[in-house]
């Protein structure tokens, strides 16, 4: 299943870039490809044309595959009585920078299920492969991708969304445990959620679902994608590890606090409107209000964030940010994404020589 994953996505290492909106560049995605493994690009939170610049920079820079990830969110549900509540509760946070919470909060990127020109754009562009996040698009528009030839993989969190993506005949699954850094990937937010760990949630899939599957959260180095492969996965997909990359669009406060002796994490749904694992920072420190009204939709509630945190920047305060992490995160390290990706295979065939020596001893 290794080797065939491999060779399924054109790469020659069991490495996966995460998609990372935000975080990921063209820079990072062609430097991560052109080493061997899988680059990504994030374009959830992107409008079609920003989406159409970055797979064409990125193609300029390697010829390789890479992956473009979008979100197939439920679109936002407007609510004025409550987005005015959550403003009227952060305004004292604005205050502290002198600043003034937006007048109103808007739905500020489009979700897939309704982007039709977003589809028109990745079946022109046609990268390698597509990846979904948050649920899945309608059969029409998978088979419009499928026809485009083009690969498609997409996140699961639990058995069950598994069993969709196989239903709908995509390619790779790639299973997201409670460990992974950012926006967990449930396709209904509004159910239980068991919060697997990478690790249960890999076996679960790669002894219950018949496609490859690609281990993600909290694998930071070789031992970690050593493990995953251990448990059946084709492949593992490491974000946190290239936050601190060179490559990343990522800000000081946000390289300095993952680069933190401190920098453990929680699940926040303050920032953006919707379930995430974040840095500790001034933002998750709001949740422990119990005042705290009841967040608005995503991404709407991410108006709002990203005004606050443009307030507290602005004045040299860097913890309103959305600094998205895993619970590896005290494993990062600094060097680029390139080097990062040799780092990692020298580590990982280590703990698999180690692991074939000590079984033969």
Same mark, same amino acid.
Not at 267 to 277: N, Q, Y
Not at 291 to 318: C, M, N, T, W
């Given at each position: 299943?290794?080797?065939?994953?491999?060779?399924?996505?054109?790469?020659?290492?069991?490495?996966?870039?995460?998609?990372?909106?935000?975080?990921?560049?063209?820079?990072?995605?062609?430097?991560?490809?052109?080493?061997?493994?899988?680059?990504?690009?994030?374009?959830?939170?992107?409008?079609?044309?920003?989406?159409?610049?970055?797979?064409?920079?990125?193609?300029?820079?390697?010829?390789?595959?890479?992956?473009?990830?979008?979100?197939?969110?439920?679109?936002?549900?407007? !609510? /004025? &009585?409550?987005? $005015?509540?959550? @403003?009227?509760?952060? %305004?004292?946070?604005?205050?502290?920078?002198? #600043?003034?919470? +937006?007048?109103?909060?808007?739905?500020?990127?489009?979700?897939?299920?309704?982007?039709?020109?977003?589809?028109?754009?990745?079946?022109?562009?046609?990268?390698?492969?597509?990846?979904?996040?948050?649920?899945?698009?309608?059969?029409?528009?998978?088979?419009?991708?499928?026809?485009?030839?083009?690969?498609?993989?997409?996140?699961?969190?639990?058995?069950?969304?598994?069993?969709?993506?196989?239903?709908?005949?995509?390619?790779?699954?790639?299973?997201?445990?409670?460990?992974?850094?950012?926006?967990?990937?449930?396709?209904?937010?509004?159910?239980?959620?068991?919060?697997?760990?990478?690790?249960?949630?890999?076996?679960?899939?790669?002894?219950?679902?018949?496609?490859?599957?690609?281990?993600?959260?909290?694998?930071? !180095? /070789? &031992?970690?994608? $050593?493990?995953? @492969?251990?448990?059946? %996965?084709?492949?593992?997909?490491?974000?946190? #590890?290239?936050? +601190?990359?060179?490559?990343?669009?990522?800000?000081?406060?946000?390289?300095?606090?993952?680069?933190?002796?401190?920098?453990?994490?929680?699940?926040?749904?303050?920032?953006?409107?919707?379930?995430?694992?974040?840095?500790?920072?001034?933002?998750?420190?709001?949740?422990?209000?119990?005042?705290?009204?009841?967040?608005?939709?995503?991404?709407?509630?991410?108006?709002?964030?990203?005004?606050?945190?443009?307030?507290?920047?602005?004045?040299?305060?860097?913890?309103?940010?959305?600094?998205?992490?895993?619970?590896?995160?005290?494993?990062?390290?600094?060097?680029?994404?390139?080097?990062?990706?040799?780092?990692?295979?020298?580590?990982?065939?280590?703990?698999?020589?180690?692991?074939?020596?000590?079984?033969?001893?």
């Amino acid at each position: 299943m290794h080797s065939a994953l491999l060779t399924q996505l054109g790469i020659s290492k069991p490495i996966i870039q995460a998609p990372m909106a935000g975080v990921s560049t063209p820079a990072m995605a062609a430097a991560v490809s052109n080493a061997g493994a899988l680059g990504s690009l994030g374009i959830g939170a992107a409008t079609p044309e920003v989406a159409r610049r970055l797979i064409q920079e990125t193609r300029r820079l390697t010829d390789r595959p890479f992956n473009v990830n979008v979100f197939v969110h439920q679109p936002a549900v407007t !609510d /004025g &009585a409550r987005e $005015a509540q959550w @403003l009227e509760w952060l %305004a004292p946070q604005f205050a502290r920078f002198g #600043a003034r919470p +937006p007048g109103s909060i808007r739905e500020i990127y489009r979700s897939f299920v309704e982007d039709s020109a977003m589809l028109a754009v990745l079946l022109e562009e046609r990268p390698a492969i597509v990846s979904f996040h948050f649920g899945l698009p309608g059969e029409a528009v998978i088979a419009k991708l499928r026809s485009a030839g083009i690969l498609l993989m997409a996140s699961a969190t639990n058995l069950e969304e598994a069993r969709a993506v196989a239903e709908r005949d995509i390619a790779v699954i790639v299973a997201q445990g409670a460990e992974a850094g950012g926006h967990r990937g449930t396709f209904d937010p509004a159910l239980e959620d068991e919060y697997l760990g990478t690790m249960a949630l890999t076996r679960l899939l790669s002894t219950g679902i018949d496609r490859p599957i690609v281990a993600a959260g909290g694998i930071m !180095d /070789g &031992a970690g994608i $050593a493990a995953a @492969l251990a448990l059946g %996965a084709g492949a593992a997909q490491l974000g946190t #590890a290239f936050v +601190p990359c060179p490559e990343s669009s990522i800000d000081e406060g946000y390289r300095r606090a993952i680069l933190s002796a401190s920098s453990n994490t929680t699940f926040t749904s303050s920032i953006s409107g919707r379930l995430a694992r974040s840095l500790r920072n001034s933002f998750t420190a709001l949740d422990r209000d119990p005042k705290r009204p009841a967040v608005p939709s995503y991404p709407i509630a991410y108006d709002a964030g990203k005004a606050l945190h443009a307030a507290g920047k602005a004045q040299g305060e860097f913890g309103f940010g959305a600094q998205w992490a895993g619970q590896g995160a005290r494993l990062s390290r600094v060097m680029p994404a390139g080097a990062l990706v040799a780092a990692l295979d020298r580590e990982l065939h280590a703990a698999v020589d180690s692991l074939m020596h000590n079984s033969c001893g």
